[in-house]
T-cell receptor
Framework: KAGVTQTPRYLIKTRGQQVTLSCSPI?????VSWYQQTPGQGLQFLFE???????NKGNFPGRFSGRQFSNSRSEMNVSTLELGDSALYLC?????????????FGAGTRLSVL | GENVEQHPSTLSVQEGDSAVIKCTYS??????FPWYKQELGKGPQLIID?????GEKKDQRIAVTLNKTAKHFSLHITETQPEDSAVYFC????????????FGSGTQLTVLP
């Protein structure tokens, strides 16, 4: 079974631009969560999508948004990029049952904002 | 919200020795506690987890213990090997937010040959 696939692996953008990251979950999984990892703040939850609906949202500004498609693939978008948005963005896949906690992570997308 | 503290931030052990990493959480409503291992250039990999109705869980050389009263949980790795060298993260989730993980700050484990 293929794991969680994130594309692209690396991105370089400049301040003010916007960026879209993609995540394909494990086949059959319906939940996708996004996390931001930085040396200063560590791993922080951004949001979770299940059956095309946002279920939970972390404490990030509205510049961070996401969506999920009917095939469970998810995208996250960051608009008006700031230097502080430079981070590793991780996607996690879960089967999505109400009490199903187990999440499997992709390798991440490394975003550098210049 | 939930807050998870993790100690130590770095840990060096000799090959074959044991390693222990400790975490405390703030919200008594937390009910799921996974541990992840992250190697350079890779995403976090789930290595073991425990739920709030269990006090201890073991998987070969790895074990996790949970003390709900004290609100802390620990990762124990026995007979460490060089390939155990990585960053380890503890995490917790609140009941009702099954997949919203709050992570600890991580422990860089180095196993010296």
């Amino acid at each position: 079974k293929a794991g969680v696939t994130q594309t692209p692996r690396y991105l370089i953008k400049t301040r003010g631009q916007q960026v879209t990251l993609s995540c394909s979950p494990i086949s059959g999984h319906r939940s996708v969560s996004w996390y931001q990892q930085t040396p200063g703040q560590g791993l922080q939850f951004l949001f979770e999508y299940f059956s095309e609906t946002q279920r939970n949202k972390g404490n990030f500004p509205g510049r961070f948004s996401g969506r999920q498609f009917s095939n469970s693939r998810s995208e996250m978008n960051v608009s008006t990029l700031e230097l502080g948005d430079s981070a590793l963005y991780l996607c996690a896949s879960s089967s999505g049952g109400a009490t199903e906690n187990i999440q499997y992570f992709g390798a991440g997308t490394r975003l550098s904002v210049l | 919200g939930e807050n998870v503290e993790q100690h130590p931030s770095t840990l060096s052990v000799q090959e074959g020795d044991s390693a222990v990493i400790k975490c405390t959480y703030s919200d008594s409503a937390s009910n799921y506690f996974p541990w992840y291992k992250q190697e350079l250039g890779k995403g976090p990999q789930l290595i073991i987890d425990i739920r709030s109705n269990v006090g201890e869980k073991k998987d070969q050389r790895i074990a996790v213990t949970l003390n709900k009263t004290a609100k802390h949980f620990s990762l124990h790795i026995t007979e460490t090997q060089p390939e155990d060298s990585a960053v380890y993260f503890c995490a917790a989730t609140l009941s009702g937010s099954a997949r919203q993980l709050t992570f600890g700050s991580g422990t860089q484990l180095t196993v010296l040959p």
